[in-house]
């Protein structure tokens, strides 16, 4: 599989090559609070989606985006569910149901 820029990114965030903190400093150059104002851009346009998509039940786990299952994926992994819970969401158990409504079973 060969990396998105998306990933290359979120790669040089997660590794502190690019820091955020630097972004906002009044010393920073266009081109950083340019990507600065881009990355919080996104980051409220996929914070929305995610609510969302919780909020409304409408999207079926296997029905979204890969983008949107990594995202719903991180916040089931980040919960504190039982591994077995999260094997049979993950196994087809909850394949056609949506992100709440399997936390709602849990």
């Known amino acids: ?3 998105t820029s998306y990933d ?3 790669a ?4 502190g090559v690019i820091d955020l903190e ?11 609070r340019k990507f600065f104002q881009i990355f919080l851009k996104k980051k409220s346009e996929v914070v929305q989606g995610i609510e969302k998509d919780l909020r409304e039940l409408s999207t079926k786990y296997n029905e979204l985006g890969i983008e949107n299952q990594e995202y ?3 916040i089931i992994d980040c919960s504190l ?3 077995a819970v999260a094997n049979a969401f993950f196994n087809g ?3 056609e149901q949506n992100g709440r409504s399997y936390l709602v079973d849990c």
């Open 81 to 83: 569910r039982p591994l």
């Open 93 to 95: 158990r909850y394949a």
């Open 22 to 32: 630097q972004l906002r400093e009044e010393d920073a150059s266009e081109l950083e």
């Open 1 to 3: 599989m060969t990396p």
């Open 12 to 15: 040089l965030l997660n590794n």
């Open 72 to 74: 719903q994926s991180f």
């Open 8 to 10: 290359v990114y979120i």
